[in-house]
């Protein structure tokens, strides 16, 4: 091997981006055959050309030529392993023709670019005068070699930054929703950052909205405007992602049915926000027609990133809600202690003054009942202030307190239980007609699952609400040991039951799988609703 060869495999293999070492190949491959033309074309998974690197040729031919060359005629004749050597390619029996404004090629070797066991692209050199020799090809199947190694190392280079890019966002977006749950512009940064980073032309953030409909809540690059607000349709492939929990990678927007800003884009990728087996939400990327596919490399990068948004979604969801629930709590104690305190000592100061007027002088007298006057105002002012606080929780939607409930209870589960309700409006219109109804939901949901956590060695538990006939059920079904466990506590049931007798209902506890090693537990609460 030759010095120059030498010099030129050492060069390739100091370069760590791409880019960098794709030049030096072409410039070693030149430099060492003397061929006045050289190329690499670089392939996707597919074998479609993804970028073209050449040399020795002029831009505003290449500008005319307006495209890489596909891998048919000769270009589809070089091996994988070794290499084609034509005298004249245009007397190849392969050969089909220049695009128009190609320069002649005259002589031509070709060789495949390897890298991780595949064919990363091809290597073209041509026009070298007397044609390429024997050790033109060997010498240009070291550089290969080489350039295989350091086309490896690139790409993990590649990656290793690309991973912490992606990671310092995540980390970005973690640190600001755990300071500010509550923070839209954090929760579009998600977007925006994946957009930014995969180098797609739009993405879209998918957030479950009212009567299980999934809609983009947050949306970046092209179409956004038109993509923000609209609603997955049930058939479609993305309701797919949601409801299988994996993400994909397709060359086009997928699925039989299409939302009409999304039809114009290309390669797509769907990442579901995943935190265990809930799915929080999709990332939606699209990249421009004739744009480069997403890779499987690209779905689990786009995977992990969404798998640490969800985490940050739910941390800063939980925070929110406690910071809710305490601020509830809070009112209910700044309540009882207006009754307990101020409102009875207002009572009290009322009736010594009432009971003072009647022994003293008329003009006295006057000045008392007039003061009375102002303190049974205040009662009054009390009263209303205490109605409000005590208010703010029953009158807060149903929904809301029940999830919050659920979220409130992961931590002493190790996970979120799931929520279904039949008819929302059906649950709603009975809370509505009996505020006091929801405070009874609540506590049958906490109670429930404050003994599944503490008894049942559950994995799983869901909820279900239920409302129709005058009637409202409360369903509570977990995975763990069964009633024995998860209600050991005689007077956790015997709660339960009684909050049921005082609305004309019933409790009942049954195992779900009787006979089974773990055969959970089933408690039903059924009551009457609106007068029935």
């Not at 005259?106 to 091809?122: E, K, P, Q």
């Not at 809600?321 to 009322?350: G, K, M, P, W, Y």
Request: a negative charge; aromatic letters at 4%.
């Amino acid at each position: 091997m030759s010095d120059a060869v030498t010099d030129a495999i050492l060069a390739l293999n100091r370069q760590l981006d791409l880019p960098s070492v794709l030049g030096k190949m072409l410039e070693a491959a030149q430099d060492t055959t003397g061929a006045p033309l050289a190329a690499i074309n670089v392939l996707d998974e597919a074998g479609r050309s993804i970028e073209f690197h050449y040399q020795g040729v002029d831009e505003a031919i290449m500008s005319k030529i307006g495209r890489a060359p596909n891998g048919v005629g000769t270009l589809a004749q070089i091996p994988v392993e070794g290499a084609l050597v034509i005298d004249e390619i245009t007397e190849h029996p392969a050969f089909q023709g220049l695009p128009p404004g190609h320069p002649p090629l005259g002589s031509f070797l070709g060789c495949a670019l390897r890298a991780r066991g595949s064919v990363f692209g091809y290597l073209y050199l041509a026009s070298k005068e007397g044609g390429f020799t024997e050790v033109d090809e060997a010498t240009v199947a070291a550089l290969a070699s080489a350039a295989s190694v350091a086309i490896d190392n690139a790409q993990l280079f590649e990656e290793s930054l690309e991973r912490e890019n992606w990671l310092a966002a995540s980390q970005a977006i973690t640190t600001a929703l755990l300071a500010n749950p509550g923070d839209e512009d954090t929760i579009a940064r998600i977007v925006t950052s994946a957009r930014d980073l995969s180098g797609a032309a739009a993405a879209a953030l998918v957030l479950p909205g009212v009567d299980d409909e999934w809609v983009m809540e947050f949306t970046d690059g092209e179409n956004a405007d038109a993509l923000l607000g609209l609603v997955l349709p049930d058939e479609g492939f993305a309701m797919q992602v949601i409801r299988s929990s994996s993400g994909t990678i397709a060359d086009e927007p997928p699925g039989p049915t299409i939302l009409e800003p999304v039809k114009d884009f290309g390669p797509t990728l769907y990442a579901p926000l995943l935190s265990g087996a809930r799915v929080l939400g999709l990332l939606m990327l699209w990249r421009e027609k004739h744009h480069p596919p997403f890779d499987d490399h690209d779905l689990g990068t786009a995977q992990r990133f969404s798998n640490q948004a969800a985490l940050a979604l739910q941390f800063a969801e939980l925070a929110h809600v406690r910071n809710v629930s305490n601020l509830l709590e809070e009112r209910e104690r700044i309540a009882d202690d207006l009754h307990d305190f101020v409102s009875q000592e207002l009572f009290a100061t009322a009736m010594q003054i009432e009971s003072i007027s009647e022994d003293v002088p008329d003009t006295v007298k006057d000045r008392l009942l007039s003061t009375l006057e102002h303190v049974k105002r205040a009662q009054r002012e009390v009263r209303g202030v205490m109605g409000q606080l005590q208010g703010e929780r029953t009158s807060e939607p149903l929904g809301e307190r029940v999830r919050r409930e659920l979220l409130l209870a992961q931590d002493s589960l190790g996970f979120v239980a799931s929520l279904t309700v039949d008819d929302w409006a059906a649950a709603s219109a009975a809370v509505e007609q009996d505020p006091t109804l929801s405070d009874d939901i609540i506590a049958v949901v906490r109670e429930s699952l404050s003994n599944t956590a503490r008894h049942a060695d559950a994995t799983a538990a869901s909820v279900s609400i239920s409302a129709h006939d005058g009637r409202l059920s409360v369903t509570i079904v977990d995975n763990g040991i069964g009633p024995s466990g998860a209600y050991s506590r005689h007077s956790g049931t015997s709660n339960l039951a009684n909050r049921a007798l005082r609305r004309r209902g019933s409790f009942a506890l049954e195992a779900v799988n009787e006979g089974a090693e773990k055969p959970g537990s089933r408690a039903t609460w059924n009551v009457a609703v609106g007068g029935q």
